[in-house]
Each structure stands twice: as structure tokens, then as C-alpha cells.
Nanobody, 125 residues
């Protein structure tokens, strides 16, 4: 049973930083890519960032490029999202996600099969 548990959300002022963590369990962690998504009130869930199993391949949404950094520690079965220069429009529930197929790079949300419960990030202006 794959489980993903996010933590690290909270309230921060614009320009501030937060680091989200997602602890994974239930299978070998290092052979699966991981992704971060977010959903703001009244909006659809959107892609934020993803990272390959080795950590050597990353991708970001244009809206967060240069401000957010995804990383992973395979020894700790954890993926991180470092968020800097936060803006009010970054306010959302942030979810980590994982595919069921190893050694692949997910291309769409439909490629992710496991999702965490989400952690709220609120950025005040």
C-alpha cells in the first residue's frame, strides 16, 4: 500500500519561503518519479514540479520556475518542494503524487496514481 504524507504548509507573508515535504512508504522509493501539484479555491488542480527517481531530471511549471525547487532524498523516502519568493497567487492546497509505473517520467496528471492528502499553503499580501 503506497502512502504519501505531505507536511510543511502554513501561512507566510509574500516574499517569504516554505519547504514542503512528502514522505512516501509502501514500495521502493528511488525507482519512481514524484510530482507536486496544487489546487487553489475555485480552480482546477495544476502541475507544479516533478522529479525523476534519481533526481537528475526535473521540470517546473512556468509560474514557479526560478522560485521553487524540487528535490528528493532517496535514503529518507522523501521529496521536497522549496518555495521561495512566495506570492499570494501561490496560495493553494499542495499535493504530492507518484505514478504506479517505475522508471518512467509522468507527462500528465493522469500518469499519477497515488496522491497525498494535501497541505495548505497560504500567502498573505
Amino acid at each position: 500500500q503506497v502512502q504519501l504524507v505531505e507536511s510543511g504548509g502554513g501561512l507566510v507573508q509574500a516574499g517569504g519561503s516554505l519547504r514542503l515535504s512528502c514522505a512516501a512508504s509502501g514500495r521502493t522509493f528511488s525507482i519512481y518519479a514524484m510530482g507536486w501539484f496544487r489546487q487553489a479555491p475555485g480552480k482546477e488542480r495544476e502541475f507544479v514540479a516533478r522529479i525523476s527517481g534519481s533526481g537528475g531530471n526535473t521540470a517546473y511549471a512556468d509560474s514557479v520556475k526560478g522560485r521553487f525547487t524540487i528535490s528528493r532524498d532517496n535514503a529518507k523516502n522523501t521529496v521536497y518542494l522549496q518555495m521561495n519568493s512566495l506570492k499570494p497567487e501561490d496560495t493553494a492546497v499542495y499535493y504530492c503524487a507518484a505514478p504506479s509505473v517505475a522508471w518512467t517520467i509522468p507527462r500528465t496528471q493522469n500518469d499519477y496514481d497515488y496522491w497525498g492528502q494535501g497541505t495548505q499553503v497560504t500567502v498573505s499580501s
